[in-house]
């Protein structure tokens, strides 16, 4: 069982931190997983790359931590030791409409927590997405012709925490709740129908959170123009929370793995991106000055979430870990980790997260 204790300090101290962090993160879920309180998350996860920097609305993804997967495409309640489920809406992924990925597998692409690299670059995390894949996702994405990967947006499915940072918005849950969400998914067709603008990524996860939380989520007419994003979705559960305090909702962050792989972005709406691109908002301003200044009134008056620094790095249940100080003279090897905190992430009444 792994203790919330720092890895051996050797080499790069930053490399050496980001792995002592994610061994706490996980070692904790390892820990409370067979006992602690039932729980459903949003995981509001940054964009990445070149499309990213043109679509800066990120990926919607729920975690739950009671639920588990006999396969990426059926449920079951977890066993004792295990730890939880990670579903999402995809695109062109063997023709579903969702896939359900272990929470570990999900975030490093592999079974063992001993087998997260440090720090990762682009061949490594290759390697580990295909032997993933291999082991776990051979129906899914088969081998081509060439005995080789294929191509596609299957390695979306593994390995998450390599390429973006993701901020999780937690509230509590049910036995009874898992068990209808279940029933529910396992006897529809899950058939992809995957749309950009009208059934996406945080469409599906509006649909699994009304299972849980009625009504909870909605749209924005007005900051993004009736479009479902990852963000719309946490900013409607921070609404939800301030009216119910007791779902007992928080906030937490898992960091992008250390290494040579572009950091990802910060995520935006629909308005928030229009108003703080300059290749969007200068020309905007030129050709639709009106335009231009509809959108600031628009995301200032419904379009903001506040990310603050310092969001606690923590299991989804209810442990909370902390970034780890500085290893001392007398003890450069290993260094023990603050003791978690009671609060890990309330919401204040301006709607922002502290």
Same mark, same amino acid.
């Given at each position: 069982?792994?203790?919330?204790?720092?890895?051996?300090?050797?080499?790069?101290?930053?490399?050496?931190?980001?792995?002592?962090? *994610?061994?706490? &993160?996980?070692?904790?879920?390892?820990?409370? %997983?067979?006992?602690?309180? +039932?729980? !459903? @998350?949003? =995981?509001?996860?940054?964009?990445?790359?070149?499309?990213?920097?043109?679509?800066?609305?990120?990926?919607?993804?729920?975690?739950?931590?009671?639920?588990?997967?006999?396969?990426?495409?059926?449920?079951?309640?977890?066993?004792?030791?295990?730890?939880?489920?990670?579903?999402?809406?995809?695109?062109?992924?063997?023709?579903?409409?969702?896939?359900?990925?272990?929470?570990?597998?999900? *975030?490093?692409? &592999?079974?063992?927590?001993?087998?997260?690299? %440090?720090?990762?670059?682009? +061949?490594? !995390? @290759?390697? =580990?997405?295909?032997?993933?894949?291999?082991?776990?996702?051979?129906?899914?994405?088969?081998?081509?012709?060439?005995?080789?990967?294929?191509?596609?947006?299957?390695?979306?499915?593994?390995?998450?925490?390599?390429?973006?940072?993701?901020?999780?918005?937690?509230?509590?849950?049910?036995?009874?709740?898992?068990?209808?969400?279940?029933?529910?998914?396992?006897?529809?067709?899950?058939?992809?129908?995957?749309?950009?603008?009208?059934?996406?990524?945080?469409?599906?996860?509006?649909?699994?959170?009304?299972?849980? =939380?009625?009504?909870?989520?909605?749209?924005?007419?007005?900051?993004?123009?009736?479009?479902?994003?990852?963000?719309?979705?946490?900013?409607?559960?921070?609404?939800?929370?301030?009216?119910?305090?007791?779902?007992?909702?928080?906030?937490?962050?898992?960091?992008?793995?250390?290494?040579?792989?572009?950091?990802?972005?910060?995520?935006?709406?629909?308005?928030?991106?229009?108003?703080?691109?300059?290749?969007?908002?200068?020309?905007?301003?030129?050709?639709?000055?009106?335009?231009?200044?509809?959108?600031?009134? =628009?995301?200032?008056?419904?379009?903001?979430?506040?990310?603050?620094?310092?969001?606690?790095?923590?299991?989804?249940?209810?442990?909370?870990?902390?970034?780890?100080?500085?290893?001392?003279?007398?003890?450069?090897?290993?260094?023990?980790?603050?003791?978690?905190?009671?609060?890990?992430?309330?919401?204040?009444?301006?709607?922002?997260?502290?």
């Amino acid at each position: 069982m792994i203790g919330c204790e720092a890895v051996a300090w050797r080499g790069n101290r930053v490399i050496q931190r980001t792995m002592t962090v *994610l061994g706490c &993160v996980l070692g904790c879920f390892l820990t409370t %997983a067979g006992t602690a309180h +039932a729980a !459903v @998350a949003l =995981l509001m996860e940054e964009p990445y790359g070149a499309f990213g920097a043109m679509n800066p609305t990120g990926h919607a993804a729920i975690y739950l931590n009671h639920v588990c997967a006999d396969s990426p495409t059926s449920l079951r309640a977890c066993h004792e030791g295990e730890y939880g489920v990670v579903i999402s809406r995809y695109h062109k992924i063997d023709g579903y409409d969702w896939i359900a990925v272990p929470l570990v597998g999900y *975030l490093y692409a &592999v079974d063992n927590l001993s087998d997260i690299p %440090a720090a990762a670059d682009r +061949a490594k !995390v @290759a390697e =580990l997405q295909d032997a993933y894949r291999r082991a776990h996702l051979m129906d899914l994405a088969p081998d081509n012709k060439k005995g080789e990967a294929p191509k596609g947006e299957w390695n979306e499915l593994v390995g998450e925490s390599y390429i973006r940072t993701m901020h999780g918005f937690q509230v509590d849950s049910t036995a009874e709740q898992d068990e209808r969400f279940m029933a529910i998914f396992n006897d529809k067709k899950n058939v992809g129908h995957f749309n950009l603008l009208f059934h996406n990524c945080a469409d599906f996860s509006r649909v699994v959170l009304d299972i849980y =939380l009625p009504h909870a989520v909605h749209r924005n007419f007005i900051a993004d123009f009736g479009l479902m994003t990852p963000k719309q979705v946490a900013r409607s559960l921070v609404a939800y929370s301030q009216k119910y305090p007791g779902v007992n909702m928080s906030a937490f962050v898992i960091p992008q793995v250390a290494g040579t792989i572009p950091r990802s972005h910060a995520v935006d709406g629909v308005t928030e991106s229009l108003v703080k691109s300059k290749k969007y908002l200068i020309p905007l301003t030129i050709l639709a000055p009106e335009v231009t200044g509809g959108a600031v009134v =628009l995301y200032l008056a419904d379009g903001r979430l506040k990310l603050p620094k310092g969001t606690p790095v923590f299991n989804i249940g209810d442990q909370e870990t902390t970034e780890p100080s500085e290893p001392t003279p007398e003890d450069p090897v290993r260094q023990q980790l603050p003791a978690p905190s009671a609060s890990v992430g309330t919401v204040d009444p301006t709607g922002s997260l502290r």
